[in-house]
């Protein structure tokens, strides 16, 4: 079946400007995450929903970045007034149930780029 | 989080077996180790995961002493298709995976 979705693979945008990153996880997976990559780095987990609701959001950065999934499937993460230090890599994961013996499965991310 | 410690880069030609040996001294009791694999422009994507002594699959083993101080990732007959980056990641109840920079691993003809 279809592996995890994300739109758009790349977005170039001003400082200041607001974006809208979209993830379709695996049909049936509960479970989804938002990771960023920064050049170099591994990915660092942002947030993780079960279903319709956030169940961890400690890893967003600061009240700039906002992520929904209102009728837990497809996701979208949110950032307002972007700033040249959100350029990165986001990708999106799924997973069947959350369960820690899950595996993640990954997206190819959506190359971020803020002038 | 437990930290793990790996190679930033290890050179390999086509044909040979590529171990990679990643460090984890302050392993928890119920860590498991687990081993992504990331080529460039792709997301990250699970490779093998073990709890102690050896677990093979299909795509690599991975060898766990008994101490479970280190583990080591081994990919027999690399090709130049198995370039890419490789993470070694301890979890327990988290859904949290935490990945390190990772293990550069470069395929040459």
């Known amino acids: 079946g279809a592996g995890v979705s994300q739109t758009p693979s790349n977005k170039v945008t001003e400082k200041g400007k607001y974006v809208e990153l979209r993830c379709d996880p695996i049909?049936?997976?509960?479970?989804l995450y938002w990771y960023r990559q920064s050049l170099g780095q591994g990915p660092e987990f942002l947030i993780y929903?079960?279903?319709?609701?956030?169940?961890?959001d400690s890893g967003l950065p600061n009240d700039r970045f906002f992520a929904v999934r209102p009728e837990g499937s497809v996701s979208t993460l949110k950032i307002q007034r972007t700033e040249r230090g959100d350029s990165a890599v986001y990708l999106c994961?799924?997973?069947?149930?959350?369960?820690?013996?899950?595996?993640?499965?990954f997206g190819p991310g959506t190359r971020l780029t803020v002038l | 989080l437990a930290k793990t410690t790996q190679p930033i880069s290890m050179d390999s030609y086509e044909g040979q077996e590529v171990n990679i040996t990643c460090s984890h001294n302050n392993i928890a009791t119920n860590d498991y180790i687990t081993w992504y694999q990331q080529f460039p422009s792709q997301g990250p994507r699970f490779i093998i995961q073990?709890?102690?002594t050896k677990v093979t699959n299909e795509v690599a083993s991975l060898f766990i002493p008994a101490d479970r101080k280190s583990s080591t990732l081994s990919l027999p007959r690399v090709s130049l298709s198995d370039t890419a980056v490789y993470y070694c990641l301890l979890g327990s109840n988290d859904y949290k995976l935490s990945f390190g920079a990772g293990t550069t691993v470069t395929v040459r003809a």
């Open positions: 994961a799924s997973s069947f149930s959350g369960a820690r013996s899950d595996t993640q499965y």
């Open positions: 073990g709890y102690k």
């Open positions: 049909s049936g997976h509960t479970a």
């Open positions: 929903f079960q279903g319709t609701g956030a169940a961890d």
